[in-house]
């Protein structure tokens, strides 16, 4: 890959975007290999945990000034095959099968905002800024949308998209968009201390979780949404995973997916 790079160690996945000269701003090319990236990530039995990192200053500034020269001159449909792709790319990371987690090492800026709440948990620098700036351009964070306000609530979305103020990650922590602010030097320990827990979690449990969470925020409480829970509880009671799960606890040893 070309933008980025790819390691990986007892079930954890790390993809770090390296573009640190332009601040990990992504393109088309950087869309893509995400997008292919997490694809493959996701269907990878070894793989448990993926994080998304970045080096440089700078998690991500949003668009690359020079894709957006290009975009400048797009036709609508162009636009709309461009947007669509970026829509897919946060598709992607969102509904992947693994669970995610954001190492957010500095800045995050416009569309970089999108990447952070597509993951499942998101852990900031305490140095780290933020700032949703699509406005000050004339534009709306449009395709980023469906996840900045799930993560951050209606309430925050409707000032921080409509002034394009920077806020900074204590304020990131306080409306929910990001789980946890450390110092710098404890990024990478409590990284690890969320990953180690995901990954000795039942990886079929994580991945059932992930989709629980999706279907049942924000619904009415119906008999069709309580019958889906119960289920969904005795689906996996009765799967090996669920029985090993059980069977482990009660003799007091390990389940057999811990790594």
Not at 148 to 162: K, N, Q, S, T
């Amino acid at each position: 890959m070309k933008h980025l790079e790819l390691s990986s160690a007892s079930g954890v996945a790390t993809v770090t975007l390296n573009r640190p000269e332009v601040r990990n701003a992504f393109n088309d090319e950087v869309i893509a290999e995400m997008t292919a990236c997490f694809m493959d990530l996701g269907s990878r039995p070894d793989v448990r945990c993926i994080v998304l990192a970045a080096k440089g200053t700078a998690f991500c500034a949003g668009a690359d000034l020079n894709w957006m020269k290009r975009m400048a001159d797009y036709t609508r449909d162009e636009n709309v095959a461009d947007a669509g792709a970026l829509a897919e790319m946060l598709r992607v990371v969102y509904t992947c099968p693994k669970p995610t987690i954001a190492k957010v090492q500095g800045d995050v800026y416009a569309g970089g905002t999108g990447l952070v709440a597509a993951c499942d948990i998101a852990v900031s620098v305490d140095t780290a800024g933020y700032c949703l700036s699509e406005v000050k351009l004339g534009l709306i964070p449009a395709t980023i949308s469906p996840y900045v306000i799930r993560a951050m609530g209606a309430r925050a979305a409707h000032r921080y998209f409509l002034t394009a103020e920077r806020f900074d990650a204590a304020e990131a922590l306080r409306i929910g968009f990001v789980h946890e602010v450390v110092a710098a030097d404890r990024l990478d320990a409590k990284i690890a201390e969320l990953a180690k827990a995901l990954v000795n979690a039942g990886p079929e449990a994580v991945k059932l979780c992930k989709l629980l969470v999706q279907d049942v925020a924000d619904q009415e409480i119906t008999p069709a949404l309580i019958q889906m829970t119960v289920e969904s509880i005795a689906d996996i009671r009765v799967s090996d995973e669920g029985r090993e799960g059980v069977q482990s606890f009660l003799q007091k040893r390990k389940p057999n997916w811990i790594i």
